[in-house]
Structure formats: structure tokens, C-alpha cells
């Protein structure tokens, strides 16, 4: 079955970086476009960052330029690097996939804080 498993969250100071990973099994990888999703506290889940299977990107316009996301359909990994963090980036951040329906992996905490 569809799995997938988001990692590489956790604290960091404003202006700080992190790496999330996304690692995806139970269907071909390679053939589907991914997304990161976030849901801050008292928010809906907006999107972050899409990338198709041909690795054509879109980025939301709040993380355009500081945040870059890829995939690796070797590993079957899909990651969102982020820079330049800021407190307002604080959320669960979540890797979706559509196949027939809606997947979600179980979230990844990321907290921006001094």
C-alpha cells in the first residue's frame, strides 16, 4: 500500500535552515508528482511547494526563493530544502500524494524560533 513517511523536522533559529525528506513506497515513484503541504497552529493545510515527475516545480509565493524541493526516483525520496527560515514557517509540514485519491504522510514538526 501507499506509504509515505516525511522527516528531518525540528528547531531552529530564524535565518537557520533545514532538510526535510519524504520517503515514499507502495507505488511507482517515478511516474507521479509529489507536494509538501504545511498547517500552522489555528491554519488550514496550504500548499508549499509541488514538483511533477519531469521535476517541473511551482513554489507558494511565501517561500519562492528561499525554499527548493526535489526528488530522487532512484530512492524514491522527495525533499524540501529550506532556507533563510522564518517564524512565520513554523508548521506540521506534510508530503501529499494524488493517486486515485489523497495520501498524506504523518507530518514533520518544524518549529522557527529564537
Known amino acids: 500500500q501507499v506509504r509515505l513517511v516525511e522527516s528531518g523536522g525540528g528547531l531552529v533559529q530564524p535565518g537557520g535552515s533545514l532538510k526535510l525528506s519524504c520517503a515514499a513506497s507502495?507505488?511507482?515513484?517515478?511516474?507521479?508528482?509529489m507536494s509538501w503541504y504545511r498547517q500552522a497552529p489555528g491554519k488550514g493545510r496550504e500548499l508549499v511547494a509541488s514538483i511533477s515527475r519531469t521535476a517541473t516545480t511551482n513554489y507558494a509565493d511565501s517561500v519562492k526563493g528561499r525554499f527548493i524541493i526535489s526528488r530522487d526516483n532512484v530512492k524514491n525520496m522527495m525533499y524540501l530544502q529550506m532556507n533563510s527560515l522564518k517564524p512565520e514557517d513554523t508548521a506540521v509540514y506534510y508530503c501529499?500524494?494524488?493517486?486515485?485519491?489523497?495520501?498524506w504522510g504523518q507530518g514533520t514538526q518544524v518549529t522557527v524560533s529564537s
Open positions: 501529499r500524494l494524488f493517486l486515485s485519491r489523497e495520501y
Open positions: 507502495g507505488f511507482t515513484f517515478a511516474n507521479l508528482g
